[in-house]
């Protein structure tokens, strides 16, 4: 891999004050994101085991509820975490929260009844949140969740608000170069978002917005459509589909997503109604990278690499066995891929030899006023250690 990803620990604190170090090679605030390997993790196992034994008497049962098993995403965290599970030694239980509150809900339940060491939890329903909670902290279980934050649980995952702003600030430009700024004042952009998940998954469609309006700050506010995506690329499709009938044959349209799967679902409802023409998008994720590849319309995706989310997640979870101090949240790097870049750092790929047709600069100064302003806002009381520093 021509990448590497590195961990940020909040600067805002610890949950128990003190600072996270290095444990049997693996420090959470410089881990490389490269699977460590078999004896390192066995090594993990083997120290967790004198702090707190495996509830079986043998060996150390994980869990991970994975947000839906047949997405991208979904698909290449879970490839990730039972990789790792198998090098270290660890059972993995697997189950589907099918993008459902009530889903995670009884799949919380059994892995209670189960007696699993560890949960590993992406789920999407963040009222759901709290009582799945209860009901591994009586049950003594740790959990670290993915993306959604869940109170007492470690948080991995996005930087939310600075991919937002990142693929924001790319589409603006993207535009800029495809349609000239005459035409782009005259297009509607679509912004796919998911009320469901809360607060902290909205810092990153808020965090589009931003970015787009940083680079165009006279866009006309009334060509701005917000949709809910719920996190699909078929009800994306509807929903956008929908929103057609309000944007003017011929008017430039510019799509940003919470998710590839949601900016994908905009797309083909776009193109369905004869408007490729009119086309431009950045996705969020870069986990659809068939789309990516071969879709003009997409210009670029904010990447996350979900495949190396396990090599953090495996051993997040022996660290909290072992009891080793844990960071409240755990954020990952993100980077644009684009056709011209995709070989980098994902070699199954072709780059192809497109000049964007612009410089893309990310506008620091414009993103360092909108962390500030996330600070102190009501919607975001309680979870002010998953606001990023940077």
Request: proline share 6%; with cysteine; net charge neutral.
């Amino acid at each position: 891999m021509a990448y590497k990803m590195v961990v940020l620990i909040l600067a805002l604190g610890l949950v128990s004050g003190a600072a996270a170090g290095e444990w049997q090679g693996f420090d959470p605030a410089g881990f490389d994101g490269l699977m460590l390997k078999p004896e390192q993790l066995q090594g993990m196992v083997a120290e967790a085991r004198q702090h707190r034994p495996p509830k079986n008497g043998e060996r150390y049962v994980f869990a991970f509820a994975n947000l839906q098993r047949d997405m991208a995403f979904g698909i290449k965290v879970e490839e990730g975490i039972k990789a790792n599970a198998q090098a270290a030694g660890v059972e993995l239980l697997v189950a589907d929260n099918r993008l459902d509150g009530p889903t995670a809900l009884a799949n919380a339940e059994s892995f209670v009844r189960r007696g699993v060491d560890f949960v590993i939890e992406f789920q999407t329903d963040v009222n759901f949140g709290p009582t799945i909670m209860q009901k591994f902290a009586k049950a003594g279980i740790g959990v670290v969740a993915i993306d959604i934050p869940m109170p007492g649980a470690t948080f991995f995952g996005a930087n939310n608000p600075r991919s937002g702003f990142m693929g924001g600030a790319y589409l603006a430009q993207a535009a800029l170069a495809r349609f000239g700024a005459g035409q782009v004042g005259q297009g509607y952009l679509v912004v796919g978002e998911l009320p469901q998940s809360g607060a902290i998954p909205a810092m990153r469609t808020e965090g589009q917005l931003a970015g787009f309006l940083a680079v165009l700050p006279e866009f006309p506010r009334d060509h701005l459509i917000r949709i809910d995506t719920k996190n699909t690329l078929q009800y994306s499709f509807q929903q956008m589909r929908n929103a057609l009938g309000r944007i003017p044959a011929g008017a430039p349209l510019m799509l940003l997503a919470i998710n590839d799967q949601s900016v994908t679902g905009m797309l083909r409802a776009a193109q369905q109604a004869g408007r490729q023409a009119d086309l431009i998008a950045v996705g969020n994720g870069a986990d659809e990278l068939e789309t990516l590849a071969g879709e003009p319309a997409l210009a670029a995706s904010v990447a996350y690499f979900p495949e190396r989310y396990g090599n953090y997640l495996i051993p997040i979870g022996l660290m909290a066995l072992a009891g080793k101090t844990l960071p409240p949240a755990v954020l990952v790097e993100h980077l644009m891929v684009t056709r011209a870049n995709i070989c980098q750092y994902y070699p199954g790929f072709a780059c192809r030899d497109e000049a964007p047709g612009f410089a893309y600069a990310f506008p620091q100064e414009a993103f360092g006023r909108h962390l500030a302003g996330l600070k102190g806002k009501p919607d975001l009381a309680g979870y002010e250690t998953l606001i990023p520093g940077r």
